[in-house]
């Protein structure tokens, strides 16, 4: 029995000794520019006068973005920047038809970024606004939430909520969908 059990151990020490060892692999190290092109439904007062919107922005991080990145910590920053155009939506009125003119809003902003998971990642960004309607503007302040889920090492596709809020006027609310292509991938 004694020698049993002394043979195991050799064993397992012999075996342990030309065993491999693998070093600890590092997160993948992420990129950090990305180009979206947001697809917008107005909802609520914003709604009623106008019926979607489309848009391109830029956005940075430090080496937060890509499909691969778990990131030691939880937060990063973030900041963006971009515009839409909001199309206008033709009623009728006092039986006579109208069509609203179009909506351009631009904006420049800063918040937090999250990977929690791989594949995944949740922006959360506020910041000044313009919003330009027939020729007038108007400043203001916008926070955009969205999240995104990379379909492949270079795109990127995800929900969002828009919110936009000028001086005496009602709030500006969207639903969006996101969709996008990240910089720099080999």
């Given at each position: 029995?004694?020698?049993?059990?002394?043979?195991?151990?050799?064993?397992?020490?012999?075996?342990?000794?030309?065993?491999?060892?693998?070093?600890?692999?590092?997160?993948?190290?992420?990129?950090?520019?990305?180009?979206?092109l947001d697809l917008h439904a107005p909802v609520?007062?914003?709604?009623?006068?106008?019926?979607?919107?489309?848009?391109?922005?830029?956005?940075?991080?430090?080496?937060?973005?890509?499909?691969?990145?778990?990131?030691?910590?939880?937060?990063?920053?973030?900041?963006?920047?971009?515009?839409?155009?909001?199309?206008?939506?033709r009623i009728r009125t006092?039986?006579?038809?109208?069509?609203?003119?179009?909506?351009?809003?631009?904006?420049?902003?800063?918040?937090?970024?999250?990977?929690?998971?791989?594949?995944?990642?949740?922006?959360?960004?506020?910041?000044?606004?313009?919003?330009?309607?027939?020729?007038?503007?108007?400043?203001?302040?916008?926070?955009?939430?969205?999240?995104?889920?990379?379909?492949?090492?270079?795109?990127?596709?995800?929900?969002?909520?828009?919110?936009?809020?000028?001086?005496?006027?009602?709030?500006?609310?969207?639903?969006?969908?996101?969709?996008?292509?990240?910089?720099?991938?080999?």
């Amino acid at each position: 029995m004694r020698t049993v059990f002394t043979a195991i151990l050799a064993l397992l020490i012999a075996l342990n000794s030309f065993a491999q060892t693998d070093e600890p692999s590092r997160p993948e190290k992420g990129k950090s520019q990305l180009v979206s092109l947001d697809l917008h439904a107005p909802v609520g007062v914003f709604a009623r006068s106008q019926f979607a919107g489309a848009g391109l922005n830029y956005s940075w991080s430090n080496h937060r973005y890509g499909s691969n990145v778990v990131h030691p910590k939880l937060i990063g920053f973030t900041a963006n920047a971009g515009g839409d155009y909001y199309f206008g939506r033709r009623i009728r009125t006092a039986g006579h038809p109208f069509q609203y003119g179009g909506y351009i809003y631009g904006w420049l902003m800063a918040g937090i970024i999250s990977n929690p998971w791989t594949f995944t990642q949740f922006t959360l960004m506020g910041g000044p606004t313009v919003g330009i309607y027939k020729g007038y503007s108007d400043m203001g302040f916008g926070v955009n939430f969205f999240g995104s889920y990379f379909i492949n090492r270079r795109i990127a596709i995800g929900p969002g909520i828009t919110y936009k809020k000028h001086p005496n006027a009602d709030a500006l609310w969207t639903g969006s969908i996101r969709i996008s292509y990240l910089f720099g991938v080999k």
